[in-house]
């Protein structure tokens, strides 16, 4: 168990450009979780998959973000003509559906100049 | 999911017993009491959950109210690994398992050595 792995660690970008996230959830895990925290805040929720299937989207996850997770296995989050109020952390985490236990990953911090 | 309401930080000295309350008053008959802790730079990790009854595990237990309206997590001897922002959070379960956490700002505890 290798746990959830989060890349990059690290991005900045200029206001105005796409940016895309990767996450690979636990390899049983059916489950996969998008959060984003900004400092001093608890992560918020962004949305859900079970296998392939984007079962939840929060209000907060306007039409400039989109996710997938084409194989039921990593997803991609992708965040399109930036601003500067994106930057935050962004919180990938995953589980096995009828448990209780979310595990998470380190996060890819984000940076908008 | 319902409201929590927990102390915005706390404070005790290494290798004594740490007790974070939290309340949840409007807290439904299905929902399940959870537990996470945030270290520094990382994301969250589970820490314990119930439903009426207390729990025990390696890492703390949890007490929780003959109401439901309130609960409380134990450390039974903190060491300065134990300093995080520690979640209370309320999860309705859907019959497949957590659909998401919905996270408050937790209590920031500080452990002195």
């Known amino acids: 168990d290798t746990g959830v792995s989060q890349n990059p660690r690290h991005k900045i970008t200029k206001r105005g450009q796409n940016v895309t996230f990767r996450c690979d959830p636990i390899s049983e895990h059916n489950r996969l979780y998008w959060y984003r925290q900004t400092l001093g805040q608890g992560p918020e929720f962004l949305t859900y998959f079970q296998n392939e299937a984007q079962l939840e989207k929060s209000r907060l996850l306007s039409d400039r973000f989109s996710a997938e997770r084409p194989k039921g296995s990593f997803s991609t989050l992708e965040i399109q003509r930036t601003e500067q109020g994106d930057s935050a952390m962004y919180l990938c985490?995953?589980?096995?559906?009828?448990?209780?236990?979310?595990?998470f990953g380190s996060g890819t911090q984000l940076s908008v100049l | 999911d319902a409201k929590t309401t927990q102390p915005n930080s706390m404070e005790s000295n290494e290798e004594e017993p740490v007790h974070l309350p939290c309340n949840h008053s409007t807290i439904s008959g299905t929902d399940y009491i959870h537990w996470y802790r945030q270290l520094p730079s990382q994301g969250p990790e589970y820490v314990i959950h119930g439903l009426t009854s207390n729990v025990n595990n390696r890492m703390a237990s949890l007490a929780i109210a003959e109401d439901r309206k309130s609960s409380t997590l134990i450390l039974h001897r903190a060491t300065l690994r134990d300093a995080a922002v520690y979640y209370c959070?309320?999860?309705?379960?859907?019959?497949?398992?957590?659909?998401?956490?919905?996270f408050g700002k937790g209590t920031h505890l500080i452990i002195q050595p």
């Open positions: 959070i309320l999860v309705m379960y859907s019959g497949g398992g957590a659909d998401g956490l919905t």
């Open positions: 985490a995953s589980s096995l559906a009828g448990t209780e236990k979310l595990f």
